[in-house]
Protein backbone atom coordinates (compact mmCIF):
# COMPACT_ATOMS: atom_id res chain seq x y z
CA UNK A 1 0.00 0.00 0.00
CA UNK A 2 1.90 3.11 -1.02
CA UNK A 3 -0.34 5.43 1.24
CA UNK A 4 -1.79 4.97 4.38
CA UNK A 5 -4.90 6.69 5.99
CA UNK A 6 -2.99 8.02 9.26
CA UNK A 7 -5.00 11.13 10.92
CA UNK A 8 -2.45 14.30 11.19
CA UNK A 9 -1.80 14.30 14.73
CA UNK A 10 -2.38 17.77 16.52
CA UNK A 11 0.01 20.71 15.67
CA UNK A 12 0.62 20.44 19.86
CA UNK A 13 1.40 16.58 19.73
CA UNK A 14 3.81 17.06 16.19
CA UNK A 15 5.81 19.89 18.18
CA UNK A 16 6.03 17.99 21.07
CA UNK A 17 7.67 14.82 19.06
CA UNK A 18 9.72 17.33 17.64
CA UNK A 19 11.12 18.80 20.41
CA UNK A 20 11.27 15.53 22.15
CA UNK A 21 13.35 13.81 19.16
CA UNK A 22 15.74 16.84 19.51
CA UNK A 23 15.92 16.71 23.40
CA UNK A 24 16.22 12.70 24.02
CA UNK A 25 20.05 12.83 22.58
CA UNK A 26 20.85 15.70 24.96
CA UNK A 27 19.41 14.24 27.79
CA UNK A 28 20.66 11.45 27.34
CA UNK A 29 24.07 12.14 26.39
CA UNK A 30 24.05 14.74 29.37
CA UNK A 31 22.91 11.26 31.79
CA UNK A 32 25.82 9.50 30.72
CA UNK A 33 28.17 12.46 30.60
CA UNK A 34 27.04 13.79 34.60
CA UNK A 35 28.11 9.64 35.55
CA UNK A 36 31.28 10.38 33.26
CA UNK A 37 31.96 13.06 35.44
CA UNK A 38 30.95 11.09 38.42
CA UNK A 39 33.56 8.42 37.75
CA UNK A 40 36.07 10.56 37.05
CA UNK A 41 35.62 12.88 40.33
CA UNK A 42 35.67 9.91 42.20
CA UNK A 43 38.63 8.73 40.52
CA UNK A 44 40.45 11.87 41.51
CA UNK A 45 39.57 11.98 44.80
CA UNK A 46 40.72 8.33 45.79
CA UNK A 47 43.55 9.36 44.06
CA UNK A 48 44.36 12.36 46.14
CA UNK A 49 43.62 10.67 49.47
CA UNK A 50 45.81 7.91 48.69
CA UNK A 51 48.64 11.03 48.11
CA UNK A 52 47.48 12.64 51.42
CA UNK A 53 47.79 9.21 53.26
CA UNK A 54 51.01 8.54 51.66
CA UNK A 55 52.79 12.11 52.61
CA UNK A 56 51.46 11.92 56.62
CA UNK A 57 52.65 8.19 56.95
CA UNK A 58 56.04 9.60 55.77
CA UNK A 59 55.88 12.71 58.43
CA UNK A 60 54.46 10.12 61.11
CA UNK A 61 57.34 7.83 60.27
CA UNK A 62 59.95 11.07 61.19
CA UNK A 63 57.64 11.84 64.59
CA UNK A 64 57.77 8.05 65.99
CA UNK A 65 61.37 7.38 64.59
CA UNK A 66 62.44 10.33 67.19
CA UNK A 67 59.85 8.57 70.07
CA UNK A 68 61.67 5.17 69.30
CA UNK A 69 65.43 6.84 69.65
CA UNK A 70 64.03 8.64 73.37
CA UNK A 71 61.98 5.35 74.51
CA UNK A 72 65.12 4.08 76.06
CA UNK A 73 66.21 6.90 78.08
CA UNK A 74 63.14 7.19 79.66
CA UNK A 75 62.58 7.10 83.89
CA UNK A 76 66.22 9.32 83.74
CA UNK A 77 66.84 12.75 85.12
CA UNK A 78 65.23 15.49 83.12
CA UNK A 79 68.31 17.37 83.10
CA UNK A 80 69.83 14.72 81.76
CA UNK A 81 68.28 13.73 78.79
CA UNK A 82 66.72 16.88 78.29
CA UNK A 83 69.77 17.66 75.56
CA UNK A 84 68.81 14.48 73.86
CA UNK A 85 64.67 15.44 73.47
CA UNK A 86 65.89 18.93 72.06
CA UNK A 87 68.27 17.05 69.44
CA UNK A 88 65.30 14.59 68.49
CA UNK A 89 63.32 17.90 67.62
CA UNK A 90 66.41 19.63 65.52
CA UNK A 91 67.28 17.10 63.54
CA UNK A 92 64.34 15.35 62.43
CA UNK A 93 62.11 17.36 60.20
CA UNK A 94 58.21 17.88 61.19
CA UNK A 95 58.85 16.59 64.81
CA UNK A 96 57.88 19.94 67.09
CA UNK A 97 58.72 18.75 70.05
CA UNK A 98 59.15 15.54 72.28
CA UNK A 99 58.46 14.45 75.62
CA UNK A 100 59.82 11.25 77.88
CA UNK A 101 56.90 9.57 80.24
CA UNK A 102 57.51 7.60 83.47
CA UNK A 103 54.83 5.03 85.26
CA UNK A 104 51.80 7.41 82.53
CA UNK A 105 52.99 10.78 83.62
CA UNK A 106 54.48 13.50 80.97
CA UNK A 107 57.87 14.28 83.12
CA UNK A 108 59.72 15.84 80.75
CA UNK A 109 59.61 17.74 78.07
CA UNK A 110 61.46 19.25 75.51
CA UNK A 111 60.03 22.69 75.21
CA UNK A 112 59.99 23.16 79.16
CA UNK A 113 62.61 20.54 80.91
CA UNK A 114 60.98 19.35 83.85
CA UNK A 115 57.25 18.78 84.06
CA UNK A 116 54.21 16.93 85.13
CA UNK A 117 50.95 15.61 83.32
CA UNK A 118 49.40 12.65 83.67
CA UNK A 119 49.25 10.72 80.49
CA UNK A 120 45.77 8.82 79.61
CA UNK A 121 46.88 6.14 77.37
CA UNK A 122 42.76 6.24 76.43
CA UNK A 123 43.24 9.33 74.52
CA UNK A 124 45.45 7.77 72.01
CA UNK A 125 43.82 5.70 69.00
CA UNK A 126 45.38 2.32 69.14
CA UNK A 127 46.75 3.94 72.26
CA UNK A 128 49.55 5.81 69.74
CA UNK A 129 47.65 8.61 68.49
CA UNK A 130 46.28 11.69 69.33
CA UNK A 131 45.18 14.56 67.07
CA UNK A 132 44.96 17.36 69.84
CA UNK A 133 43.39 21.27 69.52
CA UNK A 134 47.47 22.34 70.58
CA UNK A 135 49.71 22.75 73.26
CA UNK A 136 50.73 24.57 76.04
CA UNK A 137 53.22 27.07 73.46
CA UNK A 138 50.12 27.53 70.73
CA UNK A 139 47.32 26.53 72.58
CA UNK A 140 45.19 27.40 68.95
CA UNK A 141 47.36 25.73 66.67
CA UNK A 142 46.65 21.59 66.52
CA UNK A 143 49.24 18.90 67.07
CA UNK A 144 49.59 14.98 66.26
CA UNK A 145 51.41 13.53 69.23
CA UNK A 146 52.48 9.70 69.04
CA UNK A 147 53.16 8.11 71.97
CA UNK A 148 55.18 4.60 72.27
CA UNK A 149 55.49 3.10 75.46
CA UNK A 150 57.14 -0.45 76.86
CA UNK A 151 56.43 -1.27 80.91
CA UNK A 152 56.79 2.54 82.90
CA UNK A 153 58.99 3.64 79.77
CA UNK A 154 57.22 6.62 77.37
CA UNK A 155 57.67 8.65 74.69
CA UNK A 156 55.69 11.39 73.07
CA UNK A 157 56.30 13.35 70.09
CA UNK A 158 54.31 16.09 68.54
CA UNK A 159 53.74 16.83 64.45
CA UNK A 160 53.24 20.57 63.87
CA UNK A 161 49.41 21.22 62.84
CA UNK A 162 50.60 23.34 60.26
CA UNK A 163 52.55 20.52 58.19
CA UNK A 164 49.60 18.34 58.28
CA UNK A 165 47.03 21.76 57.37
CA UNK A 166 49.68 22.24 54.81
CA UNK A 167 49.70 18.72 52.84
CA UNK A 168 45.57 19.08 52.91
CA UNK A 169 45.88 22.52 51.43
CA UNK A 170 48.36 22.02 48.67
CA UNK A 171 47.31 17.68 47.94
CA UNK A 172 44.02 18.91 48.29
CA UNK A 173 43.74 22.06 45.43
CA UNK A 174 39.74 21.89 44.83
CA UNK A 175 39.30 18.29 46.67
CA UNK A 176 38.16 18.95 50.16
CA UNK A 177 40.75 16.83 52.59
CA UNK A 178 40.47 16.22 56.12
CA UNK A 179 42.77 14.48 58.36
CA UNK A 180 41.00 12.09 61.03
CA UNK A 181 42.01 10.48 64.30
CA UNK A 182 39.48 9.05 66.56
CA UNK A 183 36.73 11.33 66.66
CA UNK A 184 38.98 14.96 65.99
CA UNK A 185 39.41 15.75 62.57
CA UNK A 186 41.68 18.53 60.94
CA UNK A 187 40.21 20.68 58.14
CA UNK A 188 42.73 22.03 55.29
CA UNK A 189 42.12 25.75 56.87
CA UNK A 190 44.29 24.31 60.01
CA UNK A 191 41.01 24.31 62.70
CA UNK A 192 40.68 21.24 64.92
CA UNK A 193 37.13 19.80 64.78
CA UNK A 194 35.52 17.67 67.29
CA UNK A 195 31.81 17.48 65.95
CA UNK A 196 31.22 14.65 63.74
CA UNK A 197 32.46 14.61 60.36
CA UNK A 198 29.92 16.18 58.29
CA UNK A 199 29.26 14.28 54.43
CA UNK A 200 30.79 15.55 51.09
CA UNK A 201 27.89 15.48 48.76
CA UNK A 202 30.29 14.73 45.77
CA UNK A 203 32.57 11.79 45.60
CA UNK A 204 33.19 11.36 48.79
CA UNK A 205 36.14 8.85 49.66
CA UNK A 206 37.55 7.39 53.27
CA UNK A 207 40.93 6.03 53.41
CA UNK A 208 42.55 4.24 56.48
CA UNK A 209 45.96 4.19 56.90
CA UNK A 210 47.54 0.40 57.28
CA UNK A 211 50.38 1.80 59.02
CA UNK A 212 49.40 4.24 61.37
CA UNK A 213 45.64 4.92 63.35
CA UNK A 214 44.32 7.62 61.13
CA UNK A 215 42.06 8.28 58.33
CA UNK A 216 42.06 10.58 55.64
CA UNK A 217 38.77 11.73 53.71
CA UNK A 218 38.32 13.18 50.34
CA UNK A 219 35.38 14.86 48.37
CA UNK A 220 33.84 17.67 46.55
CA UNK A 221 31.34 20.34 47.66
CA UNK A 222 27.33 20.76 46.28
CA UNK A 223 27.26 20.86 42.02
CA UNK A 224 31.05 19.99 41.31
CA UNK A 225 29.31 17.94 38.63
CA UNK A 226 28.05 19.97 37.16
CA UNK A 227 31.03 22.42 37.66
CA UNK A 228 33.41 19.73 36.37
CA UNK A 229 31.34 19.16 32.93
CA UNK A 230 31.15 22.56 32.26
CA UNK A 231 34.71 23.60 32.41
CA UNK A 232 35.74 20.37 31.12
CA UNK A 233 33.09 19.15 28.42
CA UNK A 234 32.15 22.19 26.22
CA UNK A 235 33.25 20.51 23.20
CA UNK A 236 30.95 17.54 23.96
CA UNK A 237 27.88 19.79 24.37
CA UNK A 238 28.61 20.82 21.67
CA UNK A 239 28.35 17.99 19.66
CA UNK A 240 25.48 16.77 21.94
CA UNK A 241 23.11 19.51 20.52
CA UNK A 242 24.66 19.23 17.28
CA UNK A 243 22.88 15.67 17.21
CA UNK A 244 19.76 17.19 19.33
CA UNK A 245 19.41 19.29 16.36
CA UNK A 246 20.02 16.99 13.95
CA UNK A 247 17.65 13.90 15.67
CA UNK A 248 15.17 17.48 16.13
CA UNK A 249 15.24 17.68 12.30
CA UNK A 250 14.54 14.09 11.47
CA UNK A 251 12.18 13.94 14.09
CA UNK A 252 10.16 16.57 12.22
CA UNK A 253 10.60 15.55 8.84
CA UNK A 254 10.02 12.31 9.87
CA UNK A 255 6.26 12.92 11.27
CA UNK A 256 5.80 15.22 8.26
CA UNK A 257 6.45 11.95 5.52
CA UNK A 258 4.76 9.78 7.65
CA UNK A 259 1.52 12.17 8.01
CA UNK A 260 1.45 13.68 4.67
CA UNK A 261 0.26 11.07 1.43
CA UNK A 262 0.19 14.17 -0.36
CA UNK A 263 4.03 14.50 -0.25
CA UNK A 264 4.40 11.43 -1.72
CA UNK A 265 1.91 12.42 -4.47
CA UNK A 266 3.79 15.31 -5.22
CA UNK A 267 7.16 13.46 -5.35
CA UNK A 268 5.62 10.85 -8.06
CA UNK A 269 3.32 13.67 -9.67
CA UNK A 270 7.05 15.10 -10.22
CA UNK A 271 8.53 11.62 -10.93
CA UNK A 272 5.57 11.20 -13.90
CA UNK A 273 4.65 7.92 -12.25
CA UNK A 274 1.02 8.65 -12.99
CA UNK A 275 0.15 6.99 -16.42
CA UNK A 276 -3.33 6.13 -18.46
CA UNK A 277 -4.38 3.20 -19.02
CA UNK A 278 -7.22 2.63 -21.62
CA UNK A 279 -10.60 0.81 -21.83
CA UNK A 280 -11.90 0.18 -25.00
CA UNK A 281 -15.55 1.06 -25.12
CA UNK A 282 -17.72 -0.82 -28.03
CA UNK A 283 -21.00 0.31 -29.85
CA UNK A 284 -24.12 -1.27 -28.59
CA UNK A 285 -24.57 -3.29 -31.60
CA UNK A 286 -21.80 -3.24 -33.92
CA UNK A 287 -19.30 -4.37 -31.05
CA UNK A 288 -17.05 -2.07 -32.43
CA UNK A 289 -14.72 0.36 -30.46
CA UNK A 290 -15.93 3.56 -30.61
CA UNK A 291 -13.99 5.18 -27.88
CA UNK A 292 -12.01 4.60 -24.51
CA UNK A 293 -12.20 5.21 -21.19
CA UNK A 294 -8.58 6.95 -19.32
CA UNK A 295 -8.05 5.59 -16.32
CA UNK A 296 -5.27 6.47 -14.23
CA UNK A 297 -2.38 4.28 -13.40
CA UNK A 298 0.18 4.69 -10.71
CA UNK A 299 3.46 3.01 -12.04
CA UNK A 300 5.31 2.92 -8.22
CA UNK A 301 8.89 2.16 -8.20
CA UNK A 302 8.62 -0.61 -5.54
CA UNK A 303 4.71 -1.04 -5.17
CA UNK A 304 4.68 -1.49 -8.92
CA UNK A 305 0.97 -0.99 -10.52
CA UNK A 306 -1.05 0.88 -7.62
CA UNK A 307 -5.18 0.47 -8.75
CA UNK A 308 -6.51 4.32 -8.94
CA UNK A 309 -9.19 4.12 -5.80
CA UNK A 310 -5.98 3.16 -3.24
CA UNK A 311 -4.70 6.66 -4.04
CA UNK A 312 -7.17 8.94 -6.07
CA UNK A 313 -9.11 10.02 -2.55
CA UNK A 314 -5.54 10.88 -1.71
CA UNK A 315 -4.96 13.16 -4.43
CA UNK A 316 -8.85 14.77 -4.17
CA UNK A 317 -8.22 15.69 -0.92
CA UNK A 318 -4.96 17.32 -1.97
CA UNK A 319 -6.48 18.98 -4.70
CA UNK A 320 -3.13 16.97 -6.11
CA UNK A 321 -5.76 15.30 -8.53
CA UNK A 322 -6.39 18.47 -10.79
CA UNK A 323 -2.89 18.71 -12.04
CA UNK A 324 -2.44 15.11 -12.16
CA UNK A 325 -5.38 14.84 -14.55
CA UNK A 326 -3.88 17.74 -16.43
CA UNK A 327 -1.07 15.34 -16.75
CA UNK A 328 -3.09 12.39 -17.83
CA UNK A 329 -4.95 14.56 -20.63
CA UNK A 330 -1.73 16.06 -21.67
CA UNK A 331 0.40 12.44 -22.04
CA UNK A 332 -3.46 10.86 -23.76
CA UNK A 333 -3.42 13.69 -26.24
CA UNK A 334 0.37 13.18 -27.26
CA UNK A 335 -0.54 9.18 -27.89
CA UNK A 336 -3.84 9.62 -29.12
CA UNK A 337 -3.52 12.92 -31.32
CA UNK A 338 -1.08 11.86 -34.02
CA UNK A 339 -3.01 8.61 -34.89
CA UNK A 340 -6.91 10.78 -34.69
CA UNK A 341 -6.43 11.60 -38.76
CA UNK A 342 -7.45 7.86 -38.80
CA UNK A 343 -10.52 7.47 -37.06
CA UNK A 344 -13.67 6.81 -39.31
CA UNK A 345 -16.20 8.38 -37.43
CA UNK A 346 -15.47 10.83 -33.56
CA UNK A 347 -13.66 8.75 -31.32
CA UNK A 348 -15.24 8.98 -27.51
CA UNK A 349 -12.43 9.56 -24.96
CA UNK A 350 -13.51 9.73 -21.51
CA UNK A 351 -11.76 11.25 -18.68
CA UNK A 352 -12.54 10.81 -15.13
CA UNK A 353 -12.96 14.44 -12.99
CA UNK A 354 -14.24 15.49 -9.68
CA UNK A 355 -15.79 17.95 -7.96
CA UNK A 356 -12.40 19.66 -7.21
CA UNK A 357 -12.25 20.50 -10.71
CA UNK A 358 -15.55 22.07 -10.83
CA UNK A 359 -14.38 25.22 -8.65
CA UNK A 360 -12.96 27.48 -10.91
CA UNK A 361 -12.56 27.56 -14.49
CA UNK A 362 -9.40 26.15 -15.55
CA UNK A 363 -10.54 23.00 -16.80
CA UNK A 364 -11.55 24.47 -19.57
CA UNK A 365 -8.23 25.76 -21.01
CA UNK A 366 -7.17 22.28 -20.21
CA UNK A 367 -10.07 20.85 -22.33
CA UNK A 368 -9.00 23.24 -25.26
CA UNK A 369 -5.90 22.26 -25.24
CA UNK A 370 -6.78 18.37 -25.32
CA UNK A 371 -9.04 18.68 -28.41
CA UNK A 372 -6.76 21.15 -30.28
CA UNK A 373 -4.28 18.06 -29.97
CA UNK A 374 -6.45 16.39 -32.89
CA UNK A 375 -7.81 16.87 -35.92
CA UNK A 376 -10.68 18.94 -35.88
CA UNK A 377 -13.82 16.70 -35.54
CA UNK A 378 -12.23 12.82 -35.00
CA UNK A 379 -12.87 12.86 -31.08
CA UNK A 380 -15.65 13.60 -28.52
CA UNK A 381 -14.38 14.36 -25.33
CA UNK A 382 -16.41 12.73 -22.21
CA UNK A 383 -15.81 14.57 -18.79
CA UNK A 384 -17.17 11.78 -16.65
CA UNK A 385 -18.40 12.71 -13.40
CA UNK A 386 -19.44 10.41 -10.50
CA UNK A 387 -22.80 10.46 -9.04
CA UNK A 388 -21.65 9.68 -5.49
CA UNK A 389 -19.82 13.22 -5.66
CA UNK A 390 -22.47 15.52 -7.34
CA UNK A 391 -21.32 19.58 -7.27
CA UNK A 392 -23.40 22.40 -6.35
CA UNK A 393 -25.20 24.59 -9.18
CA UNK A 394 -23.41 27.60 -7.69
CA UNK A 395 -22.71 30.20 -10.80
CA UNK A 396 -18.87 29.35 -11.16
CA UNK A 397 -19.87 25.84 -11.65
CA UNK A 398 -22.96 26.63 -14.06
CA UNK A 399 -20.64 28.82 -16.19
CA UNK A 400 -18.01 25.87 -16.63
CA UNK A 401 -20.03 23.29 -17.99
CA UNK A 402 -21.80 26.85 -20.21
CA UNK A 403 -18.30 26.58 -21.51
CA UNK A 404 -17.24 23.31 -21.80
CA UNK A 405 -20.94 22.51 -23.48
CA UNK A 406 -19.65 25.44 -26.04
CA UNK A 407 -16.42 24.03 -26.63
CA UNK A 408 -18.15 20.69 -27.66
CA UNK A 409 -17.11 19.06 -24.46
CA UNK A 410 -19.92 15.93 -23.25
CA UNK A 411 -20.79 14.88 -19.63
CA UNK A 412 -21.58 11.86 -18.14
CA UNK A 413 -22.53 11.16 -15.01
CA UNK A 414 -20.59 8.02 -13.59
CA UNK A 415 -21.85 5.23 -11.57
CA UNK A 416 -25.61 6.41 -12.56
CA UNK A 417 -27.72 4.82 -10.15
CA UNK A 418 -25.62 4.65 -6.96
CA UNK A 419 -26.19 8.54 -5.93
CA UNK A 420 -29.01 10.62 -5.48
CA UNK A 421 -29.16 12.86 -8.64
CA UNK A 422 -32.35 14.37 -9.73
CA UNK A 423 -34.05 14.82 -13.33
CA UNK A 424 -33.40 18.59 -12.42
CA UNK A 425 -29.98 17.57 -11.45
CA UNK A 426 -29.36 16.59 -14.85
CA UNK A 427 -31.48 19.08 -16.69
CA UNK A 428 -29.26 21.83 -15.02
CA UNK A 429 -25.98 20.62 -16.28
CA UNK A 430 -26.95 19.38 -19.55
CA UNK A 431 -26.09 16.21 -18.92
CA UNK A 432 -25.02 14.19 -22.28
CA UNK A 433 -24.53 10.23 -20.87
CA UNK A 434 -25.52 8.41 -18.13
CA UNK A 435 -23.00 5.41 -17.18
CA UNK A 436 -24.78 2.14 -15.84
CA UNK A 437 -22.62 1.47 -12.90
CA UNK A 438 -21.88 -2.24 -12.98
CA UNK A 439 -23.45 -3.32 -10.08
CA UNK A 440 -26.49 -3.17 -11.67
CA UNK A 441 -25.03 -4.70 -14.95
CA UNK A 442 -24.32 -7.68 -13.05
CA UNK A 443 -27.97 -7.97 -11.89
CA UNK A 444 -29.10 -9.49 -15.48
CA UNK A 445 -29.50 -12.84 -15.07
CA UNK A 446 -30.31 -12.34 -11.62
CA UNK A 447 -34.03 -12.22 -10.04
CA UNK A 448 -37.07 -10.00 -11.81
CA UNK A 449 -37.12 -7.43 -9.67
CA UNK A 450 -33.28 -6.82 -9.91
CA UNK A 451 -33.91 -6.49 -13.64
CA UNK A 452 -36.86 -4.13 -13.21
CA UNK A 453 -34.29 -1.42 -11.76
CA UNK A 454 -31.69 -1.64 -14.62
CA UNK A 455 -34.98 -1.54 -17.47
CA UNK A 456 -36.25 1.76 -15.16
CA UNK A 457 -32.73 2.98 -15.86
CA UNK A 458 -32.82 2.74 -19.49
CA UNK A 459 -36.21 3.53 -19.60
CA UNK A 460 -35.67 6.90 -17.85
CA UNK A 461 -32.24 7.61 -20.10
CA UNK A 462 -34.07 6.87 -23.11
CA UNK A 463 -36.96 9.75 -22.26
CA UNK A 464 -34.52 12.36 -21.48
CA UNK A 465 -33.11 11.48 -24.46
CA UNK A 466 -29.43 10.64 -22.89
CA UNK A 467 -27.14 8.21 -24.38
CA UNK A 468 -26.30 5.12 -22.27
CA UNK A 469 -22.77 3.69 -21.51
CA UNK A 470 -22.97 0.14 -19.55
CA UNK A 471 -20.38 -0.49 -17.38
CA UNK A 472 -18.56 -3.86 -16.31
CA UNK A 473 -20.09 -5.85 -18.92
CA UNK A 474 -18.16 -9.06 -18.12
CA UNK A 475 -20.86 -11.75 -20.02
CA UNK A 476 -22.39 -12.34 -23.58
CA UNK A 477 -25.74 -12.79 -21.59
CA UNK A 478 -24.86 -9.17 -20.03
CA UNK A 479 -24.09 -7.75 -23.85
CA UNK A 480 -27.11 -9.50 -25.71
CA UNK A 481 -29.64 -8.21 -22.90
CA UNK A 482 -28.14 -4.50 -23.03
CA UNK A 483 -28.24 -4.63 -26.73
CA UNK A 484 -31.85 -5.64 -27.19
CA UNK A 485 -32.46 -2.95 -24.87
CA UNK A 486 -30.80 -0.26 -26.86
CA UNK A 487 -27.89 0.51 -25.05
CA UNK A 488 -25.40 2.42 -27.17
CA UNK A 489 -22.35 1.78 -25.47
CA UNK A 490 -20.88 -1.04 -23.54
CA UNK A 491 -17.49 -1.41 -21.79
CA UNK A 492 -16.32 -4.10 -19.69
CA UNK A 493 -13.39 -6.92 -19.88
CA UNK A 494 -15.74 -8.89 -22.18
CA UNK A 495 -14.31 -6.40 -24.89
CA UNK A 496 -11.04 -5.29 -23.26
CA UNK A 497 -9.30 -4.85 -19.93
CA UNK A 498 -7.95 -1.45 -18.83
CA UNK A 499 -4.44 -1.69 -20.89
CA UNK A 500 -1.29 0.57 -21.38
CA UNK A 501 -1.23 3.02 -24.21
CA UNK A 502 1.75 1.05 -26.41
CA UNK A 503 -1.17 -1.88 -26.26
CA UNK A 504 -4.26 0.14 -27.15
CA UNK A 505 -2.36 2.03 -30.25
CA UNK A 506 -1.47 -1.80 -31.56
CA UNK A 507 -4.96 -3.69 -30.76
CA UNK A 508 -7.00 -0.36 -32.00
CA UNK A 509 -4.41 -0.13 -35.36
CA UNK A 510 -6.00 -4.26 -36.02
CA UNK A 511 -9.52 -3.37 -36.15
P1 LIG B 1 -14.85 4.12 -12.83
O1 LIG B 1 -14.69 5.48 -13.43
O2 LIG B 1 -16.22 3.63 -12.58
O3 LIG B 1 -14.04 3.15 -13.77
C1 LIG B 1 -14.45 1.87 -14.10
C2 LIG B 1 -13.76 0.88 -13.27
O4 LIG B 1 -14.33 -0.39 -13.54
C3 LIG B 1 -12.29 0.76 -13.64
O5 LIG B 1 -11.59 0.44 -12.48
C4 LIG B 1 -12.28 -0.44 -14.57
O6 LIG B 1 -11.02 -1.12 -14.60
C5 LIG B 1 -13.33 -1.29 -13.94
N1 LIG B 1 -13.90 -2.21 -14.90
C6 LIG B 1 -14.05 -2.04 -16.23
N2 LIG B 1 -14.65 -3.13 -16.79
C7 LIG B 1 -14.87 -4.01 -15.78
C8 LIG B 1 -15.46 -5.32 -15.73
O7 LIG B 1 -15.90 -5.89 -16.71
N3 LIG B 1 -15.54 -5.90 -14.51
C9 LIG B 1 -15.06 -5.29 -13.40
N4 LIG B 1 -15.15 -5.93 -12.23
N5 LIG B 1 -14.49 -4.05 -13.40
C10 LIG B 1 -14.41 -3.42 -14.60
P2 LIG B 1 -10.31 1.16 -12.10
O8 LIG B 1 -9.50 1.45 -13.32
O9 LIG B 1 -9.71 0.39 -11.00
O10 LIG B 1 -10.82 2.54 -11.57
C11 LIG B 1 -11.55 2.62 -10.41
C12 LIG B 1 -12.06 3.99 -10.19
O11 LIG B 1 -11.01 4.94 -9.96
C13 LIG B 1 -12.78 4.56 -11.39
O12 LIG B 1 -14.08 4.06 -11.45
C14 LIG B 1 -12.76 6.04 -11.11
O13 LIG B 1 -13.75 6.38 -10.20
C15 LIG B 1 -11.42 6.19 -10.44
N6 LIG B 1 -10.47 6.67 -11.43
C16 LIG B 1 -9.71 6.00 -12.32
N7 LIG B 1 -8.95 6.83 -13.05
C17 LIG B 1 -9.27 8.08 -12.66
C18 LIG B 1 -8.84 9.39 -13.04
O14 LIG B 1 -8.02 9.59 -13.94
N8 LIG B 1 -9.40 10.44 -12.36
C19 LIG B 1 -10.32 10.28 -11.39
N9 LIG B 1 -10.83 11.35 -10.81
N10 LIG B 1 -10.76 9.06 -11.00
C20 LIG B 1 -10.23 7.98 -11.63
CA1 LIG C 1 -15.41 6.49 -15.09
CA1 LIG D 1 -18.19 3.73 -13.05
Redesign the pocket.
Known sequence: MPLTVKPRRPRASRIAVTLLSGLLPVILGSAILYMQAGRTLEQSTRLTAEEAIRQFELMLDNTAQAARELLPLAGQSCIDVNLALREQVTRRPFVRSTNLVWDDVNYCSSLFGDFHEKIDAGDYSDGKLALMKGNLVTPNSAVLVYRISEGKKGALSTLDGYHLSNVLRMIGHSTVLRLQVGSNWLSADGQFHQEALPALPVAQTRLDSTRYAFSVTAGFPEGETWRYMSSEYPPLFSLLIFFGVVSGCIGHFLQKRSTSPSHELQRAMEAAEFVP?F?PVVHGDSKKWSGA????RWNHPKEGLV???LF?PFA?HSGL?VP??RS?MQQTAQLLGPVSASFNEPFHIG????ASHCKDLKLVEDCRQFIGAFVPGTINLVL?L?ERQLIEPTPVTLQLFEQLHELGVMIAI??FGTGHSSLGYLRQFNVDFL?I??SFVAMIGADALSRHILDSIIELSAKLDLGIVA????TTEQSDYLSAHGVNFL????FG??MPGADFLSALSHR
Open positions: YQEVLMRPDIEIMTLINITETDDKDQEGVEQGYLRP
